[in-house]
């Protein structure tokens, strides 16, 4: 049915004369259990299903959505995209990057089937998480959740493609709030989703995971304040996973640049003419975009445009490479090809450029994190992802952290709260000298990067090893 | 969608949740938006979509299902699913069943125009061209959203209520810039004919250009002038803080001040869901919505509520009615930077961000505008900075209150706040 809707819809749009069109058809189905403090707070599913038709018209874009895949609906998308198109159309020419017509099927990862797990298996494993988690009273405040989606899609176009996708996520979800001495603090347990199935639940352990939230909960509400003043920063993964998505992933989308979010999500600190050529770190750095990555989730197979998964480094060696692309925006920054960013929310969402996978590549084999950590003579250790503001170009940010531990010496002192670090995106990432192996990579699937107008949500992974930052102005606060 | 086929979808939902106790809540929004950037049109959509939940509970257990199709078949299925998940759940030792019969919705004047409801396209069309035909004037790009948005919601209850509302809204949210000079607006009505945008462009153009050849502020002690758009940014924070029972569970600034001064006298924050920003008469659960005083004269009066916690503590059920209005004074923005012999001037704020619930510590930046301000004059521009304040600090430093104005969800005067220490981390 979804193939039919898909292609009927191109049909009209070819039958109008569009110059370009494609649709999307889309089915999902969420499920979410949120426990409070023990009890289940949120029990909800979620069934949608509708086409999302994009058409060119005289060089302007239109789109019209439908819900369900009924001719009638099906029909009056594709009609209401080729008639606003029309609405705007004038004398420009819209000029997408060249893509050969696109055939075949892209399931992800899944071992064992999420929805197959019963409602009643994985509230239990919720209560008893949240039960260990509050065995303290001063544990005031504990969330567990779990969240499965799945999504199929099919996409066609004017030009001959048509694929089909097929997606599961999974996340896991742990914070524990603990009150004492007039305060409240809270730390997370989260690697995040993954394309995945019940197998990255049980790999997650959320049972080991209560005991671990409670006990730094409490030792973080009663820790000292943050030291203020220039110091190191050791920083692991999934702390590195946030600021690499606002100071690194925002920055090297192609439609900031081309001054397309100006009003919302804002511009970047780069230029067109920054390609290969403009320092962003030090050349330790590497960032490398993977939307082949099996479990990441932007890996869909092909991107909202039929554009396949690719890889390739945003960073270099310390020096910026390419932007993130659609097909419209790829010619406009010298680019021959789209790099396949191009996503939207829903099916009734407009897709738009949105940021890959990417990692920062782990340093040397046989780099450990107390290598790094040993010729710090005073810094912090940052684990886990808190407050975070950066400028609208991307440069200005400030970053808060999950758990904090002072180093003093090249040993660690104890547990900080409220510390947050202040800089520039290449003076930070210039600043970095050292990188843990292979073996310390974590990753970050997230799944509520906003962006557009209206606002769309959209889900990418990101990781690090533990990374050594030297000399960055660290305080509280105030 | 029609307001009647909404409730008459929500009271089938009810039909089909077959337990003891049901709800039902149905929302339809046609979205209808043209997107442009650096002086192009970038997008371009016309959408419309239903979602309905439905909850059913068993008098101790209860769960939700969220669906997008109507008929009877896909309800059924639905509420299936959703009795096999509550069926699946523990008891609930906070199980409310839907609110009583009889419960009365405030009515929402003047929340609907005929024609935005229809989303003309050659309105949207005409106005961003407008705009950039402007910008192209000035030498400038320009970047925004003019959206055109019809709301249909609806509720019914297993108790017997039964609500709708509907609503339009307009917005036109742009900004112009040249390198890193820039200016933004947003312009937000009921209908298309209160949507000034024509004098706005030129305004934003104008403000774009005196914000060139930005310096840096040089430090010391100044009074803060905020536009409305900048308090309207930041006065959210405050409001999704102002939850009673996190409150009484230690976790936020307002623990253990109800009653009791937390900010200036000058600062007194409500919602008037039938004032001038227009709110909505029920949430999704029926409760109706009220007119209600959060902080006054910097005093907290009231924290939202839901309704266990409000049976359990002997309050009123309350919840923030997607409006906020900060009481004002008289004269605009103009009239207080004449005022000020020292100060500086912020257009707006953006990415703010908690850094501390418990002192309600906020972070963020300036962004579009801001200006030094010396003897009743607004000079140059200087760069946009970060800052970190607490908002309830700040507004006991209110020193002048100007005339307020609509942004969007908020109706808020522009605000002098004294006394406050720049750089501002």
């Known amino acids: 049915m979804m193939k039919q809707a898909a292609q009927r819809a191109i049909e009209i749009l070819e039958s109008l004369g569009v110059s370009y069109g494609d649709a999307r058809a889309e089915t999902a189905t969420m499920e979410k259990m949120v426990f409070r403090n023990g009890r289940l707070d949120q029990g909800i599913v979620r069934d949608t299903a509708g086409l999302g038709v994009r058409a060119v018209v005289g060089g302007a874009w239109g789109f019209g959505a439908s819900t369900g895949f009924g001719l009638e609906s099906v029909d009056a998308a594709a009609r209401r995209a080729f008639e606003i198109a029309v609405a705007a159309s004038g004398p420009a020419v819209k000029r997408l990057a060249p893509l050969a017509p696109q055939r075949g099927l892209y399931r992800g990862p899944l071992e064992k089937d999420p929805f197959s797990v019963s409602p009643g298996e994985k509230m239990a494993l919720l209560e008893q998480v949240s039960r260990e988690t509050m065995k303290d009273q001063r544990i005031r405040e504990c969330y567990a959740w779990l969240w499965f989606e799945n999504r199929k899609r099919v996409f066609a176009s004017t030009e001959g493609s048509l694929v089909e996708t097929d997606l599961t996520f999974s996340e896991p979800f742990l914070m524990a709030t603990a009150v004492a001495g007039g305060d409240a603090q809270s730390r997370s347990l989260q690697d995040g989703a993954r394309i995945a199935g019940w197998e990255w639940i049980e790999k997650c352990d959320m049972k080991g995971w209560a005991e671990k939230a409670r006990e730094e909960a409490l030792e973080k509400v009663l820790a000292p304040e943050s030291p203020e003043g220039v110091m190191d920063l050791l920083l692991d993964g999934i702390h590195l996973s946030l600021t690499m998505h606002e100071s690194v992933g925002h920055p090297t989308e192609s439609d900031r640049v081309l001054g397309w979010e100006s009003n919302m999500a804002g511009r970047s600190f780069l230029e067109v003419g920054d390609q290969r050529s403009a320092v962003y770190g030090s050349h330790l750095v590497n960032f490398m975009a993977d939307n082949t990555l099996s479990y990441g989730l932007a890996s869909w197979g092909w991107d909202d445009e039929g554009v396949p998964g690719q890889k390739w480094h945003l960073v270099r060696n310390g020096v910026f490479q390419e932007f993130g692309t659609v097909r419209e925006t790829g010619p406009l920054v010298g680019r021959t090809y789209s790099r396949g960013c191009c996503r939207a929310m829903d099916y009734s969402s407009f897709p738009i450029n949105r940021q890959p996978n990417f990692i920062l590549e782990p340093g040397p084999e046989g780099v450990t994190p107390e290598d790094l950590l040993k010729d710090m003579k005073l810094g912090v250790m940052i684990e886990g992802r808190g407050s975070f503001s950066i400028d609208q170009r991307r440069l200005n940010f400030q970053f808060g952290g999950d758990r904090f531990q002072l180093v003093r010496n090249g040993r660690i002192e104890g547990p900080l709260k409220k510390v947050i670090y202040r800089s520039q995106t290449p003076r930070f990432w210039g600043s970095c000298d050292g990188i843990a192996d292979a073996r310390w990579l974590r990753t970050m699937g997230v799944l509520n990067c906003g962006k557009g107008e209206p606002a769309q949500s959209a889900r990418m992974t990101h990781g690090a090893s533990w990374a050594r930052f030297r000399n960055v102005n660290v305080g509280g606060g105030k | ?425």
């Open chain 2, 1 to 425: 969608m029609t307001a009647e086929r909404a409730v008459e979808i929500a009271a089938k939902a009810v039909e089909a949740g077959g337990t003891l106790h049901a709800s039902a809540f149905v929302s339809f929004d046609r979205v209808a938006s043209v997107r442009f950037g650096k002086n192009s049109i970038t997008q371009n959509q016309d959408t419309g979509s239903v979602s309905v939940t439905l909850t059913v509970g068993d008098g101790s257990r209860k769960a939700s299902v969220s669906f997008e199709d109507t008929t009877p078949e896909s309800m059924e299925r639905a509420a299936s699913k959703a009795r096999t998940l509550m069926e699946a759940s523990p008891a609930d030792p906070e199980y409310m069943p839907p609110p009583e019969e009889g419960q009365v919705y405030p009515f929402i004047s003047d929340s609907l125009d005929p024609e935005a409801a229809e989303c003309p396209v050659q309105r949207r069309i005409e106005a961003v061209k407008g705009l950039i035909d402007t910008a192209e004037g000035f030498g400038l790009e320009a970047g925004g959203i003019c959206s055109n948005v019809h709301t249909v919601m609806a509720h019914a209850s297993s108790t017997g209520n039964l609500a709708s509302h509907e609503k339009t809204a307009v917005t036109l949210s742009f900004t112009m810039d040249r390198g890193s000079a820039s200016s933004f607006r947003q312009l937000h009505h009921e209908s298309w004919g209160s949507i000034p945008w024509r004098e706005a462009s030129e305004q934003v153009a104008r403000e774009a250009l005196a914000n060139a050849d930005q310096r840096d502020g040089e430090p010391g002690e100044y009074s803060i002038i905020f536009e409305p758009q900048a308090v309207a940014d930041l006065l959210p924070f405050l409001a999704w803080s102002m939850d009673a029972r996190r409150a009484d569970e230690g976790l936020t600034v307002f623990s253990g001040m109800q009653g009791k001064q937390l900010s200036g006298q000058r600062f007194t924050l409500r919602s008037d869901p039938d004032g001038p920003a227009k709110g909505i008469p029920f949430n999704d659960e029926g409760v109706p919505s009220r007119d209600s005083v959060w902080i006054r004269n910097g005093t907290l009066e009231n924290l939202a509520c839901d309704r266990y916690w409000a049976a359990k503590t002997g309050r009123e059920p309350l919840f923030l009615p997607d409006c906020l209005e900060m009481k004002g004074d008289a004269g605009s923005t103009r009239d207080l930077i004449r005022k000020t012999t020292r100060g500086i001037l912020v257009r707006r704020l953006w990415y703010i961000r908690f850094v501390d619930q418990k002192t309600l510590l906020l972070t963020g930046m300036t962004r579009d505008g801001v200006f030094m301000v010396r003897d009743g004059r607004t000079e140059e521009p200087i760069r946009d900075f970060r800052w970190n304040w607490r908002p309830l600090e700040l507004f006991e430093r209110i020193e002048a209150l100007g005339a307020p104005e609509r942004k969007s969800y908020a109706f808020v005067p522009p605000v002098v706040v004294g006394g406050v220490k720049f750089p501002c981390v």
